[in-house]
């Protein structure tokens, strides 16, 4: 049981480069998104996918790019990484999340933006 | 944007003591749900409330959803060192696809 596996755990970045974090889930599930958890502040929504094609802001989205081209994968861009962006990612999908479905986490990767 | 807020933020209790996690907003939900995360891993569904005035038992927790469906609280009785973690409220339906996620309440139960 796979469930939600995301790459890396860990990465460091100098500011200005670029990556991607992959996130690829194997329950059939329309629904992914990404979020970023800091201190204090909760888990805040990038960016969100309701099918394979289609991607929408979330409340962060800004320094971010998505792309859903199949139901298993949603890779989050950074294209020019900044300090600020340095936090704890975490994807996510569900069958139906506005009907109280859960959303199933990803293990999170730990990014560094030096 | 919805704002879910979480109280407290942190509570460092003995083993045996009794808790309340309080989750409160202005906007309505058609859906509330609570999470727990362990330290490197993905935060984890406890429960989803759906009915205002809801109540649902999970052995020693015991959670709440308001009769607005504005709030929720989270009850944890004789709290045990397994229970330590960081507990987050979740807030759906107001907007398709856009839970809305509380600040999180880090729980230390010492033995």
């Known amino acids: 049981n796979a469930g939600v596996t995301q790459t890396p755990k860990f990465q460091v970045l100098k500011t200005g480069q670029s990556m991607t974090l992959q996130c690829a889930q194997d329950?059939?599930?329309?629904?992914m998104s990404w979020y970023r958890q800091d201190p204090g502040m909760g888990l805040r929504l990038i960016h969100y996918?309701?099918?394979?094609?289609?991607?929408d802001q979330g409340e962060v989205p800004n320094g971010y790019n998505v792309s859903r081209s199949t139901t298993e994968d949603f890779p989050l861009r950074l294209l020019s990484a900044a300090p600020s962006q340095t936090s704890v990612y975490f994807c996510?999908?569900?069958?139906?999340?506005?009907?109280?479905?859960?959303?199933?986490f990803g293990n999170g990767t730990r990014l560094t933006v030096t | 944007t919805q704002l879910l807020e979480q109280s407290p933020q942190f509570l460092s209790i003995q083993e045996g003591e009794n808790l309340t996690v309080y989750c409160n907003s202005s906007s309505v939900f058609s859906s509330l749900q609570w999470y727990r995360q362990e330290p490197g891993e993905g935060p984890v569904l406890l429960v989803t409330v759906v009915t205002g005035g809801e109540v649902k038992k999970l052995k020693r927790l015991t959670f709440q959803f308001g009769d607005a469906r504005k709030d929720s609280s989270l009850h944890i009785t004789a709290a045990q060192p397994g229970d330590t973690g960081l507990y987050l409220c979740?807030?759906?339906?107001?907007?398709?696809?856009?839970?809305?996620f509380g600040q999180g309440t880090i729980l230390t139960v010492h033995p």
């Open positions: 996510a999908s569900s069958y139906e999340p506005d009907l109280g479905s859960p959303l199933h």
């Open positions: 329950m059939n599930h329309e629904y």
């Open positions: 979740a807030g759906g339906g107001t907007s398709y696809g856009k839970l809305t």
């Open positions: 996918s309701v099918g394979a094609g289609i991607t």
